[in-house]
């Protein structure tokens, strides 16, 4: 079997291991959320084990080590630098009234992608205009995929349990 790193895709992981979605859920409840097949079909292909743990709250390098001994591999003792997006400053943008606010929690509710819900919005937006996007958890690959296509993206944490994340076209 192949050896999981943080980049290991959670969908990669579900598929070369049996059990492996329990294994998940007896690390974090959180990740009961793998019960749902649109996000099985979709976030799982693009989330990797770093993205899974922050969705989930937790040290990337915890849940890494978690699911290498669950499998029989030797744990790593690595350091890294997981910061990606400074909560500290929020940029004049994102102080801008969003033109639309889409729920992620109720997308999943639906069976629907939030990811995907999100980029046909963008592409609905003129430049400048911000879509937020709330979710009970910090919606990892959905920054990293806005990052890469290169749009501004500003992630506000409420609480334990709300995060809002402003993307600017």
Same mark, same amino acid.
């Not at 019960?35 to 989930?56: H, S």
């Given at each position: &079997?192949q050896?999981?790193?943080?980049?290991?895709?959670?969908?990669? @992981? @579900?598929?070369?291991y049996?059990?492996?979605?329990?294994?998940?859920?007896?690390?974090?409840?959180?990740?009961?959320?793998l019960?749902?097949?649109?996000?099985?079909?979709?976030?799982?292909?693009?989330?990797?084990?770093?993205?899974?743990?922050i969705?989930g709250? &937790?040290?990337? &390098?915890d849940?890494?080590?978690?699911l290498?001994?669950?499998?029989?591999?030797?744990? @790593?003792?690595?350091?890294?630098?997981?910061?990606?997006?400074?909560?500290?400053?929020?940029p004049?943008?994102?102080?801008?009234?969003?033109?639309?606010? @889409?729920?992620?929690?109720? /997308?999943?509710?639906?069976e629907?992608?939030?990811?995907?819900? /999100?980029?046909?919005?963008?592409?609905?937006?003129?430049?400048?205009?911000i879509?937020?996007?709330?979710?009970?958890?910090q919606?990892?690959?959905?920054?990293?995929?806005?990052?890469?296509?290169?749009?501004?993206?500003?992630?506000k944490?409420?609480s334990?349990?709300?995060?809002?994340?402003?993307?600017?076209k």
């Amino acid at each position: &079997m192949q050896e999981i790193t943080l980049e290991t895709k959670i969908s990669e @992981l @579900l598929n070369n291991y049996d059990g492996m979605k329990d294994i998940l859920v007896d690390i974090n409840p959180k990740f009961k959320k793998l019960n749902n097949p649109v996000l099985r079909r979709t976030l799982a292909k693009v989330a990797g084990v770093r993205q899974a743990a922050i969705v989930g709250g &937790m040290d990337p &390098m915890d849940l890494l080590n978690q699911l290498r001994v669950a499998v029989g591999q030797e744990p @790593l003792n690595i350091s890294i630098d997981d910061t990606y997006i400074d909560e500290s400053e929020v940029p004049d943008w994102a102080l801008q009234e969003p033109v639309y606010v @889409l729920n992620a929690n109720e /997308s999943l509710d639906k069976e629907q992608n939030p990811l995907a819900e /999100s980029y046909n919005i963008m592409r609905s937006l003129r430049e400048g205009e911000i879509l937020s996007v709330i979710a009970d958890f910090q919606p990892e690959p959905l920054i990293d995929e806005f990052i890469k296509s290169g749009y501004e993206v500003h992630l506000k944490k409420i609480s334990d349990n709300e995060f809002v994340t402003y993307i600017k076209k």
